[in-house]
């Protein structure tokens, strides 16, 4: 049975950073790209967020997080990271990661149809 479990979310001051963890299990995860969505409160559909190749060399960003989330991965522990620096209220969601089999390439991007996707993880950005 496939599992994608998020953690690592909470509670921060606008400013502050956390760092998202993603652990797989049940597939092998060096064949799959990986990706970070995103849902916003009050809000419908998910937002795309970055991805990942399954080699963690090519990594793509959506506007809202360039410059200030670093997306990562560690396959020998089947897992993967989503460093949030410079947190903004706006950035309060629940983030998601998924993972599918296909192509990153640097500079585009998108949600697609994943395979695989956690339950979240809620991330809040408040005073």
């Known amino acids: 049975q496939v599992q994608l479990v998020e953690s690592g979310g909470g509670l921060v001051e606008p400013g502050g950073s956390l760092r998202l963890s993603c652990v797989v299990s049940?597939?092998?995860?060096?064949?799959?790209?990986m990706t970070w969505v995103r849902q916003a409160p009050q809000k419908e559909g998910l937002e795309w967020i970055a991805?990942?190749?399954?080699?963690?060399?090519?990594?793509s960003y959506g506007d809202s997080a360039k410059g200030r989330f670093t997306i990562s991965r560690d396959n020998a522990k089947n897992t993967m990271y989503l460093q949030m620096d410079r947190l903004k209220p706006e950035d309060t969601a629940v983030y998601y990661c998924?993972?599918?089999?296909?192509?990153?390439?640097?500079?585009?991007?998108?949600?697609?149809?994943?395979?695989?996707r956690g339950q979240g993880t809620q991330v809040t950005v408040s005073t």
């Open positions: 049940g597939l092998t995860v060096s064949n799959y790209a």
């Open positions: 998924t993972s599918w089999l296909g192509v990153v390439v640097s500079g585009r991007g998108g949600l697609r149809d994943y395979d695989y």
């Open positions: 991805d990942i190749d399954r080699f963690g060399r090519i990594t």
